[in-house]
T-cell receptor, first 110, second 112 residues
Framework: TQLLEQSPQFLSIQEGENLTVYCNSS?????LQWYRQEPGEGPVLLVT?????EVKKLKRLTFQFGDARKDSSLHITAAQPGDTGLYLC??????????FGTGTRLQVFP | DSGVTQTPKHLITATGQRVTLRCSPR?????VYWYQQSLDQGLQFLIQ???????AKGNILERFSAQQFPDLHSELNLSSLELGDSALYFC???????????FGSGTRLTVV
């Protein structure tokens, strides 16, 4: 069974702090995505990384795909209350069916 | 608006009943996926359809079934409902050449 473990599970920080969320697996993925979900809404795609070692930046968010394409990280610089939400990584093992991570719930206080 | 439409948004029903959840995928998307999200289990894959045909099955109970119609909308049927079926049910769609899924806003099912 392919599993994607995210850490930490919960994160509560003050506005302006930096944070990193990790997504780890023992399986190789052809691509990996990060989603953010707000209460009462469906997950929204933030980014897709495809190549091992790839780094993508989206404003204050930096996403990295591990060299072996088994893990990924999301780094947020100077977090803001609007970053609050559930962050989900999802791996594509090449079967057109995404495997979702366990999720990281982020709360940013003003 | 993501382009994926789910109805109803909320549903409250009694144990033993049957409900139907509906999903219209993003225009042009042939694949539809159904996920269940409960507080303690994250997003659990239920089933995938591609252009009317079942493509993959996940941890879907025998009491649950789904189909995708010629106009590509999909329905998820949940029967003999139990308290533990209370959850958010999401539909997502994807298209050729596009990474990732587009999710609907979900249906919150409460079984009482």
């Amino acid at each position: 069974t392919q599993l994607l473990e995210q850490s930490p599970q919960f994160l509560s920080i003050q506005e302006g702090e930096n944070l990193t969320v990790y997504c780890n697996s023992s399986s190789v993925f052809s691509s990996l995505q990060w989603y953010r979900q707000e209460p009462g809404e469906g997950p929204v795609l933030l980014v897709t990384v495809v190549t091992g070692g790839e780094v993508k930046k989206l404003k204050r968010l930096t996403f990295q795909f591990g060299d072996a394409r088994k893990d990924s990280s999301l780094h947020i610089t100077a977090a803001q209350p609007g970053d609050t939400g559930l962050y989900l990584c999802a791996g594509d093992p090449g079967t057109d069916k995404l495997i979702f991570g366990t999720g990281t719930r982020l709360q940013v206080f003003p | 608006d993501s382009g994926v439409t789910q109805t109803p948004k909320h549903l409250i029903t009694a144990t033993g009943q049957r409900v139907t959840l509906r999903c219209s995928p993003r225009s042009g998307d042939l694949s539809v996926y159904w996920y269940q999200q409960s507080l303690d289990q994250g997003l659990q894959f239920l089933i995938q359809y591609y252009n009317g045909e079942e493509r993959a099955k996940g941890n879907i109970l025998e009491r649950f079934s789904a189909q995708q119609f010629p106009d590509l909308h999909s329905e998820l049927n949940l029967s003999s409902l139990e308290l533990g079926d209370s959850a958010l049910y999401f539909c997502a769609s994807s298209g050729r050449g596009r990474h990732g899924y587009t999710f609907g806003s979900g249906t919150r099912l409460t079984v009482v």
